[in-house]
């Protein structure tokens, strides 16, 4: 059988994730990785699942937590969300909140629901690879957010690539793969744009808890519905995930905003999945309430600390002519190499001389531009390693500078 010769135009689009590959280096004892975004598995609250798992699992509770559920998500689970939504700064209800299997599964769905062939997606440049990965399915045409566009510039942009803007998508907190942020005065000029083309905003907060330095900004979400009054009227999709605050491998995401949005979300999940797991949901519920608030702020201190000693070392090994970000929180910092050195071919050079890992670029970049970038992760490393690391970096940057042009 010839699959190729059967597959979907949109298949052409699909691309291996090369973070999902890096992510196989973490095997390999000799290598110090800096690639995959992920949590330290030390830090996750084991015995507080344990302890969850178990109640639900025991007597009346199992046939709830291993039955089929409802495609909304479990109730307790979307009544804490409403009320963290709050925290926030979102006044919203349980109708506002959608469960979804990762946010990865949110941005999937919302790519499904508002793209057609030739539609123009705005991102920035670079963005969340994940991301692109889950609009490239349904053919969307890609614009810079972050080039300054107006809307009549965009509106003749997307009608050129045939069809019309759908949305803006962006992690305005700590984003990866940058680490940057938007400052308030860019979110209000955000939604000043979206309400002028109007296009729906994604405001991905995959990260929004993981704030180490400076003054907390309201989500976007937060800023429309203070313009616009209810959360009904706001154009705005949070979409949240507990894996980099509790567990990523339960798989536990959210969307909040506009219930017209919501419930056909929920269309989309029941002809999809028919809905996340049940007791995964359940687990999470009672984590959620008993340990959220003091688990995160143990993750803030140590990664807090990571992030300290990566910049450090940066500021210590890297030759002249790289520069990289500084940021407030997350898991990221970016670097941009001298123009004459590709991300992919350091890593290459890094993994054979140095044994070194990071994440190249270009993947971040829908046009597939900008190979001189690369990008760090600082959540699995203590000084030892990040010292020795970031070492084996600048070296490796060094010797690919060295070669004759």
Not at 37 to 47: K, N, R, T
Not at 164 to 189: C, I, V
Not at 245 to 264: E, F, H, K, Y
Request: glycine residues 10%; proline residues 5%.
């Amino acid at each position: 059988m010839d699959w190729g010769s059967i597959l979907s135009q949109r298949m052409s689009r699909m691309k291996a994730s090369e973070i999902r590959e890096l992510l196989k280096l973490l095997d390999q004892p000799e290598i110090i990785s800096f690639a995959g975004g992920i949590p330290d598995p030390a830090l996750f609250p084991v015995e507080d699942y344990q302890k969850a798992l178990a109640g639900a699992l025991t007597g009346e509770a199992a046939a709830v937590s291993l039955q089929y559920s409802v495609s909304e998500g479990y109730l307790p689970l979307r009544r804490w969300l409403a009320a963290e939504m709050g925290r926030l700064g979102v006044v919203c209800g349980v109708e506002n909140i959608f469960i979804t299997s990762g946010s990865q599964q949110a941005l999937d769905y919302l790519g499904k629901l508002l793209l057609s062939p030739g539609d123009t997606a705005l991102v920035n440049w670079p963005t969340y690879m994940g991301a692109l990965g889950a609009f490239n399915a349904y053919e969307p045409a890609y614009l810079r957010l972050n080039g300054n566009l107006g809307a009549a510039e965009v509106r003749a942009e997307a009608a050129a690539s045939g069809g019309r803007p759908k949305f803006a998508y962006l992690s305005a907190d700590f984003g990866n793969p940058t680490g940057e942020t938007l400052d308030r005065a860019g979110r209000e000029q955000l939604l000043d744009l979206a309400a002028e083309l109007d296009i729906a905003v994604i405001e991905d907060g995959a990260y929004q808890h993981l704030r180490y330095e400076g003054e907390a900004i309201p989500p976007i979400l937060a800023l429309e519905q203070a313009r616009v009054g209810s959360i009904e009227n706001c154009r705005t999709l949070y979409c949240g995930s507990f894996s980099k605050t509790l567990a990523p491998g339960l798989r536990v995401g959210w969307v909040c905003g506009a219930s017209a949005a919501i419930q056909r979300l929920v269309l989309l999940k029941q002809a999809g999945d028919l809905h996340s797991s049940t007791i995964n949901q359940i687990a999470t519920a009672q984590v959620a309430e008993t340990v959220f608030a003091a688990h995160v702020e143990q993750l803030r201190q140590v990664y807090g600390r990571r992030r300290s000693l990566v910049l450090e070392a940066l500021a210590r090994e890297m030759p002249e002519g790289v520069t990289w970000t500084r940021p407030e929180g997350g898991m990221f910092v970016w670097l941009t190499l001298p123009e004459a050195i590709d991300g992919a071919e350091l890593l290459a050079h890094a993994l054979k001389h140095q044994k070194v890992a990071f994440v190249p670029g270009r993947a971040f970049f829908a046009d597939g531009s900008n190979g001189n970038t690369i990008r760090l992760s600082f959540s699995l490393h203590e000084k030892p390693a990040v010292d020795e690391g970031v070492r084996r970096i600048g070296q490796a940057i060094r010797e690919m500078m060295a070669r004759p042009a």
